[in-house]
């Protein structure tokens, strides 16, 4: 698979005495920096679209028109462009898909101890159970019709610990 890697090894041939070795798999270079587990990559994750611009931040912000109110942000919104997909940010198993009325669909995907969630979506391409790769398309991002932006909702949970800021995972 594109995420492991072995050194060359020898196995048994079919006749007793001599071994043949077997090729070894070689990562590609994003492979390389990601490895295997998802703590070890705070700071390196790829971003759940191609191109985007974080437009609100995580944690608790002044409303925008509303004097004395705050509202909390559990994850970071990302402004892209219409047509665009959310993608995978690390390889996991797809636990959660459910469709929010005045949202759009939501995937979560889990590695390990680790959750990534993708909401804002007006269609998705996985399903229950699916595993996924790095940068693998989970969806097309929603449209407002009346905004005319196209925002995707991306958050990091760790179990345990609740939600993290997934602005310090994915990388600069």
Same mark, same amino acid.
């Given at each position: 698979?594109?995420?492991?890697?072995?050194?060359?090894?020898?196995?048994?041939?079919?006749?007793?005495?001599?071994?043949?070795?077997?090729?070894?798999?070689?990562?590609?270079?994003?492979?390389?920096?990601?490895?295997?587990?998802?703590?070890?990559?705070?700071?390196?994750?790829?971003?759940?679209?191609?191109?985007?611009?974080?437009?609100?931040?995580?944690?608790?912000?002044?409303?925008?028109?509303?004097?004395?109110?705050?509202?909390?942000?559990?994850?970071?919104?990302?402004?892209?462009?219409?047509?665009?997909?959310?993608?995978?940010?690390?390889?996991?198993?797809?636990?959660?898909?459910?469709?929010?009325?005045?949202?759009?669909?939501?995937?979560?995907?889990?590695?390990?101890? /680790?959750?990534?969630? /993708?909401?804002?979506?007006?269609?998705? /391409?996985?399903?229950?159970?699916?595993?996924?790769?790095?940068?693998?398309?989970?969806?097309?991002?929603?449209?407002?019709?009346?905004?005319?932006?196209?925002?995707?909702?991306?958050?990091?949970?760790?179990?345990?610990?609740?939600?993290?800021?997934?602005?310090?995972?994915?990388?600069?």
């Amino acid at each position: 698979c594109e995420m492991c890697i072995r050194d060359r090894e020898t196995t048994p041939a079919t006749k007793p005495g001599t071994t043949t070795t077997a090729p070894a798999i070689v990562l590609t270079p994003e492979a390389k920096i990601l490895g295997t587990k998802f703590e070890e990559n705070q700071g390196k994750l790829p971003w759940p679209v191609e191109k985007g611009t974080i437009v609100s931040r995580f944690g608790k912000h002044p409303h925008p028109v509303l004097k004395g109110v705050t509202t909390q942000n559990n994850g970071v919104d990302i402004s892209t462009a219409s047509g665009s997909n959310a993608r995978a940010v690390f390889e996991g198993d797809v636990t959660g898909l459910t469709n929010i009325p005045g949202v759009g669909w939501l995937v979560i995907v889990r590695h390990g101890d /680790y959750l990534t969630v /993708y909401s804002g979506l007006e269609e998705v /391409y996985v399903k229950q159970s699916d595993k996924v790769k790095v940068k693998q398309n989970l969806g097309k991002v929603a449209t407002d019709q009346v905004e005319g932006t196209t925002e995707l909702h991306f958050e990091v949970w760790k179990s345990g610990a609740g939600k993290l800021d997934p602005e310090t995972w994915l990388a600069k």
